[in-house]
DNA sequence: GCGTTGACTATTG
DNA sequence: TCAATAGCCAACG
């Protein structure tokens, strides 16, 4: 492997890494995904650019519909559209979400 | 090297 | 519960 690099990949790859480990059925947030890469839960707006950036060709291999905010709130609040597919998808995924479209992240919340 | 941007989080009122 | 504010980190121009 010429590319010595590769072996530490960067922002981006880590992201997606973390949130491809998120199992089916389980949800994870910004923070919990900034400590998995950075170790603080203080990069957690560096993880939604990061995701942000994701390509719809990455779509299939990185699950980040699986990523909620803290609260258990949907993220993508700006785009109403990519929202409701989130929500489709975790609803797919067996998850209820509550009177205010939120899920219990203490309950659904991945470790 | 600096300022801006962003799918955030925690605190305060 | 909702709204506004401050703090943090990484990439881009």
């Known amino acids: ?54 390509p719809e060709l990455r779509v299939d291999e990185v699950p980040w519909w699986r990523v909620l905010r803290a609260d258990g709130s949907l993220g993508l609040g700006r785009d109403p559209e990519a929202a409701a597919e989130q929500r489709s998808r975790l609803e797919a995924e067996g998850l209820g979400f509550d009177a205010a479209g939120r899920i219990d992240i203490e309950r659904f919340g991945w470790p």
């Open 1 to 54: 492997v010429s590319e010595a690099a590769s072996l530490e990949p960067g922002f981006f790859e880590r992201v997606y890494r973390a949130v491809s480990r998120i199992p089916p059925g389980r949800v994870s947030s910004y923070g919990e995904v900034s400590r998995m890469v950075n170790g603080r839960a203080s990069g957690a707006r560096t993880v939604g650019w990061a995701l942000g950036a994701l």
